[in-house]
């Protein structure tokens, strides 16, 4: 599963939480200034050594990369097309390089802890009209969500394969419907708690 805690440690897990999210906000604002390849596969391999840093395999790593491969051969077949070749893999390479560090946080830092982190941040935002609360709690249905519509996808692909199909309109549409059902239920939950007020 994408992103989901292990227990675990290491230096990385002992962190806290905000300091994480500091340096992921950080690492991913300077990603910008990526623009050689080279540069990349230096980010590449330093958002890679991270894991074994956290006491993670090099599999925990590429798990988190695999569900990107098609957006990824997409997005180099573009830039490939309409720019060079270094173009292509800065530009894929920034999107893994991103991706695992985001990762890498959500592997070693429990929900609580990223939530917990995110209200204390927004809390001085009051004054603006900020409610740190309910930020939270967004920030907690967002990562939660990820699991769910990472499952949902699961259940369509194995049914589409129990039919013998492979067609990419007959995946994402149950998909989308799906996903959009759970956030309706999801919806009226949060109202029938009061949520909405």
């Keep these: 599963m994408i992103g989901l805690y292990v227990p675990g440690r290491s230096v990385v897990h002992r ?3 905000w300091v994480k999210l500091v340096v992921l906000v950080v690492l991913g604002a300077g990603a910008i200034w990526l623009d050689r390849p080279w540069q990349v596969a230096l980010a590449l391999l330093i958002a890679l050594l991270g894991y074994p840093a956290a006491g993670l395999t090099p599999a925990t790593a ?3 990369i695999r569900p990107l491969w098609p957006l990824l051969l997409v997005t180099a077949g573009l830039q490939l097309v309409l720019d060079s070749w270094q173009r292509a893999v800065v530009v894929t390479g920034t999107i893994a390089v991103l991706v695992l ?3 890498l946080v ?3 830092t429990r929900t609580t802890e990223l939530v917990d982190a995110v209200v204390a941040a927004a809390r001085p935002l009051r004054r603006l009209g ?4 309910r930020l939270g709690l967004m920030v907690a249905l ?3 969500c ?3 519509v990472v499952d949902l996808a699961r259940e369509i692909r194995d049914a589409q394969r129990a039919r013998g199909m492979r067609s990419a309109r007959a995946f994402a549409v149950p998909l989308v419907v799906r996903a959009l059902r759970h956030a309706d239920a ?7 708690r009061g949520a909405d007020d």
Excluded: E, H, S, Y
């Excluded at 900020?130 to 609360?133: E, F, G, Q």
């Excluded at 999801?186 to 029938?192: H, K, P």
């Design 15 to 17: 962190a806290p939480a």
């Design 62 to 64: 590429l798990r988190q």
């Design 101 to 103: 560090l985001a990762a």
């Design 106 to 108: 959500t592997l070693t």
């Design 130 to 133: 900020v409610d740190a609360d």
């Design 142 to 144: 967002g990562v939660r």
């Design 146 to 148: 990820v699991p769910v």
């Design 186 to 192: 999801l919806g009226d939950a949060l109202v029938a």
